[in-house]
C-alpha cells in the first residue's frame, strides 16, 4: 500500500506519476464500483500507463457507492452539505491521522506554522449538520493555533469585538454568504487578518461573480485581497487562493482538465472541466471527475468558475465568474 508520508514528499512530476499509477494499479483492484466503472468504460487496468490514460470516477458515484479499499472499518465518513435536498456524498476515511497530516501540511505550505496565527472561523451551516470535513480541519488548526479564535454561528457582534482585541495574524475563515453579512451589516475594518472564503452562497444569497463578492469584502474589511479555500468532502487535501481566485495545490494534488463534449479527452492545461488526482485518498478514490468548470495555466496554478451547466447544484463552490 502507499506510504503517506511518500506523498507528502513528492517533489516531482515524475514522483507524483509514479505513486499516481501505484495508486490506480491498488484503487482499481480494491475498490470494487471503481473497478466496475473502469471494465464499463472499456479500460484495460494493464494499459494504463500515465496520468492521462487513468480513468477518473465521476464525483456522484460518491453519492451511492461506498468508494473504500481499507480492510478495517473506516475511523470516519464525511459527507458533502446537500444544497436544493440531493442527497450528500459520502466520504469512507480510513485514517484521521492521515487527512490531518495533509491538510495540515497544505495549509502551512501556504500559509506558514498554524501556531503563529489564530483561526476565526464562520461556518454556520457546516456547524449545523454532521459529518463536515471542512469543520473537522478548521476545529484541528484552532487547536493548534497561537491561543485564540474558535467557531462563531451567528454571533456576529462577538465575533467582530475579538477580531478587533486580537492584534495578532489572523484569519477569518468564512462561508461566502456569511462573510457577506457581516460586510453589508457591520463593515468593520480588521487589522493583520486575512480573509478567506469558501463554500459559496449555500443557496442563502444571489449567486453574484466572485470578483464581485471579493470588491465588496475588500471594501467592508479594509483589506486588500480576499484568499479562498478550495476542497471538498470527497477529498483529502485542499487548494487555496492568495487572492485574485486564482488557486494552487500541494504537490500530491495535481489538477487536470477535460472537454466537457468528451471526458476521456484529459489534458494538463486550458480551460474545461476540472478532474482531480488526490494523493491523499490512498484508501478511497483518487481519480475523481467533478462538475466544476475551470482553467489551468501553464504554471499548474488554476482558476474554478462554477457549475457545469446542467450539473446537480453542489453546496461547495458555487460561485461563478
Not at 247 to 253: G, R, T
Request: charge should be negative; aromatic fraction near 10%.
Amino acid at each position: 500500500m502507499i506510504d503517506i508520508n511518500n506523498v507528502l514528499n513528492i517533489s516531482s512530476d515524475a514522483e507524483f506519476e509514479k505513486i499516481a499509477l501505484e495508486l490506480f494499479a491498488f484503487q482499481v483492484k480494491n475498490c470494487a464500483p471503481y473497478r466496475r466503472y473502469v471494465e464499463y468504460i472499456n479500460v484495460d487496468p494493464a494499459s494504463v500507463d500515465s496520468l492521462k490514460k487513468i480513468p477518473f470516477m465521476p464525483i456522484s458515484a460518491f453519492k451511492n457507492h461506498v468508494l473504500y479499499c481499507g480492510e478495517n472499518e473506516a475511523e470516519i465518513v464525511f459527507s458533502s452539505s446537500n444544497t436544493g435536498g440531493t442527497a450528500p456524498s459520502k466520504h469512507y476515511m480510513a485514517s484521521l491521522a492521515v487527512y490531518e497530516a495533509c491538510f495540515s501540511k497544505a495549509f502551512e505550505q501556504f500559509y506558514g506554522d498554524i501556531a503563529n496565527i489564530n483561526i476565526y472561523g464562520l461556518l454556520p451551516n457546516y456547524l449545523q449538520r454532521e459529518g463536515s470535513s471542512l469543520i473537522y480541519m478548521v476545529d484541528k488548526l484552532i487547536q493548534k493555533s497561537r491561543g485564540g479564535g474558535g467557531f462563531y454561528l451567528d454571533d456576529y457582534d462577538k465575533l467582530i469585538s475579538e477580531l478587533s482585541k486580537d492584534n495578532g495574524p489572523k484569519i477569518l475563515l468564512g462561508v461566502s454568504y456569511a462573510l457577506w453579512d457581516i460586510a453589508e451589516q457591520f463593515a468593520p475594518k480588521l487589522d493583520n487578518t486575512i480573509v478567506m472564503e469558501t463554500g459559496g452562497m449555500k443557496g442563502n444569497r444571489e449567486e453574484i461573480p466572485k470578483e464581485q463578492l471579493h470588491k465588496i469584502l475588500t471594501s467592508a474589511f479594509g483589506v486588500d485581497k480576499i484568499d479562498s479555500e478550495y476542497g471538498m468532502a470527497e477529498l483529502t487535501s485542499q487548494a487555496y487562493s492568495l487572492g485574485d481566485g486564482v488557486f494552487n495545490a500541494p504537490k500530491w494534488l495535481k489538477i487536470l482538465v477535460r472537454d466537457i463534449n468528451d471526458p476521456f479527452d484529459i489534458r494538463e492545461h486550458g480551460r474545461g472541466g476540472i478532474n482531480i488526482i488526490d494523493l491523499g485518498n490512498i484508501l478511497s478514490c483518487a481519480f475523481i471527475q467533478t462538475q466544476d468548470m475551470g482553467e489551468i495555466y501553464s504554471d499548474n496554478s488554476f482558476k474554478i468558475f462554477g457549475r457545469i451547466d446542467h450539473s446537480e447544484i453542489r453546496g461547495c463552490n458555487l460561485m461563478v465568474q
